[in-house]
């Protein structure tokens, strides 16, 4: 006897097995995407390039470039010779790091003096910047080991762990003469206008090996830069601390007063031995300067390759882009996208820091421009902004002590009281 295959009595048993296979499928899948590693790269600081790259630099001598009255010709010449070997020495570093290397001339007195530029392109977000930088230069007497040949070698070291890293936002390394006069940094950012608004950050390396404890100085205006900083140096179980103000003026001070985010990582005891003679490669302590290259570089590869990438949403409804009249007291109202977002309000340039939505400003009578950003964790910024003009009112409205004012505002009321009449009027008529 022929038994035929009895398909409904199985069907539960066979769509049974298909949701089987197709959720073992997919839990295969998702497992397979969650197990890809998103962490940081395990970055291992090299303590002996750091020696050597600071050995270097301090084997030339002073790298003086600004001489005064006293300094003899033997100087001026010693000098000049330092400082030319040294910038050859770090151009020449940054091109075996991989990185696209350029000299800026500053000035050409008393010899030529440069700024040394290493770039490492980014991806998708290329035109977005980091900048990690420090200074070559020295005082008059001074071997500047510590001030701050040590923080040359930890930018370099920085170029070096992330040579063979792929990252999204581009990369400036970058070294200056801080003593010369104009200074390097804001050579740059008069040489560079069209770059300003594209620098997400700056990270500064000066003076990171006296003492044990390293401090994050910054102000207010660029506290989320420093958060991140110190979560790099959290994760890296690093202790350091946070000093708002400016401790001493450096290479990222320029970029401050230009309103572009900047922090200095230096030592917490300041260096008894600062633009002295004493200022030599046995006064270091390399332990904390590889400390301060490992949060650096690790800040460095967070902003560099964002897990997100777009900036939140910024919208001003008060003030709005309209002429206020009379009133000069007007609450600034804004929205923005996204929570735990770090706020800086500017007016007409500068820059106020955070303030809430739903305060209420004094403006002076004039025309405004007023702009709120909005940054992210990843150094995302998203802004709006609003134009906008307070008049006085008219003298007509005003009134005055005076007959002549007295007589115009009340013929203004006059003539608005006939205007009434008439329209009253119209409206019976009708």
């Given amino acids: 006897m022929v038994e035929f295959f009895n398909i409904k009595k199985y069907s539960e048993l066979f769509l049974t097995a298909f949701l089987i296979c197709i959720l073992t499928t997919t839990s295969l899948t998702?497992?397979?995407a969650y197990s890809e590693d998103t962490s940081s790269p395990d970055f291992t600081v090299n303590t002996s390039n750091l020696e050597q790259i600071t050995q270097k630099i301090v084997s030339h001598g002073p790298r003086i470039t600004v001489y005064s009255s006293l300094s003899s010709e033997m100087e001026h010449e010693e000098g000049k010779l330092a400082t030319e070997q040294s910038v050859e020495y770090i151009k020449n570093t940054m091109e075996m790091y991989g990185l696209e290397t350029s000299l800026e001339e500053i000035r050409d007195?008393?010899?030529?003096?440069?700024?040394?530029?290493?770039?490492k392109r980014g991806?998708?977000?290329?035109?977005?910047?980091?900048?990690?930088?420090?200074?070559?230069?020295?005082?008059?007497?001074?071997?500047?080991?510590d001030d701050a040949a040590l923080g040359v070698a930890a930018t370099l070291e920085i170029a070096r762990l992330l040579q063979d890293y792929e990252l999204n936002r581009t990369v400036y390394f970058m070294v200056f003469p801080e003593h010369s006069q104009p200074i390097g940094a804001d050579m740059w950012i008069e040489m560079h206008p069209d770059l300003k608004n594209n620098?997400?950050?700056?990270?500064?390396?000066?003076?990171?090996?006296?003492?044990?404890?390293?401090?994050?100085?910054?102000?207010?205006?660029?506290?989320?830069?420093?958060?991140?900083?110190?979560?790099?140096?959290?994760?890296s179980n690093i202790s350091v601390s946070k000093h708002m103000g400016l401790i001493a003026f450096s290479?990222?001070?320029?970029?401050?007063?230009?309103?572009?985010?900047?922090?200095?990582?230096?030592?917490?005891?300041?260096t008894p031995f600062h633009h002295k003679p004493g200022d030599t490669i046995e006064t270091i302590n390399f332990s904390?300067?590889?400390?301060?290259?490992?949060?650096?570089?690790?800040?460095?590869?967070?902003?560099?390759?964002?897990?997100?990438?777009?900036?939140p949403l910024v919208d001003i409804s008060s003030p709005n882009n309209?002429?206020?009249?009379?009133?000069?007291i007007i609450p600034l109202m804004y929205n923005i996208s996204e929570n735990d977002t770090h706020v800086q309000v500017l007016l007409d340039g500068q820059n106020l820091g955070e303030i809430s939505s739903g305060e209420w400003l004094i403006f002076s009578l004039a025309q405004h421009d007023i702009k709120v950003w909005a940054i992210d964790e990843y150094g995302n910024r998203g802004e709006a902004t609003a134009s906008f003009e307070v008049i006085d009112y008219p003298e007509i409205l005003k009134g005055g002590s005076d007959t002549g004012s007295k007589t115009y505002g009340l013929g203004f009321f006059a003539i608005l009281l006939i205007i009434l009449v008439v329209v009253l009027r119209s409206k019976r008529n009708k």
């Fill in 30 to 32: 998702v497992g397979e």
């Fill in 109 to 119: 007195e008393p010899f030529s003096i440069n700024n040394i530029i290493g770039v």
């Fill in 123 to 145: 991806t998708n977000l290329e035109n977005q910047i980091i900048i990690v930088c420090s200074h070559y230069d020295t005082a008059r007497t001074s071997p500047g080991a």
């Fill in 199 to 235: 620098i997400t950050g700056l990270i500064c390396l000066d003076q990171i090996g006296y003492g044990n404890n390293l401090q994050i100085s910054y102000i207010p205006q660029t506290s989320w830069l420093a958060d991140i900083v110190q979560l790099s140096a959290n994760e």
């Fill in 251 to 270: 290479d990222h001070t320029p970029f401050i007063q230009n309103n572009i985010p900047a922090v200095e990582l230096i030592e917490s005891e300041f």
């Fill in 288 to 311: 904390l300067a590889e400390n301060a290259t490992e949060i650096a570089v690790e800040s460095v590869y967070h902003l560099a390759t964002p897990e997100d990438i777009e900036p």
């Fill in 322 to 328: 309209l002429a206020v009249h009379g009133n000069n």
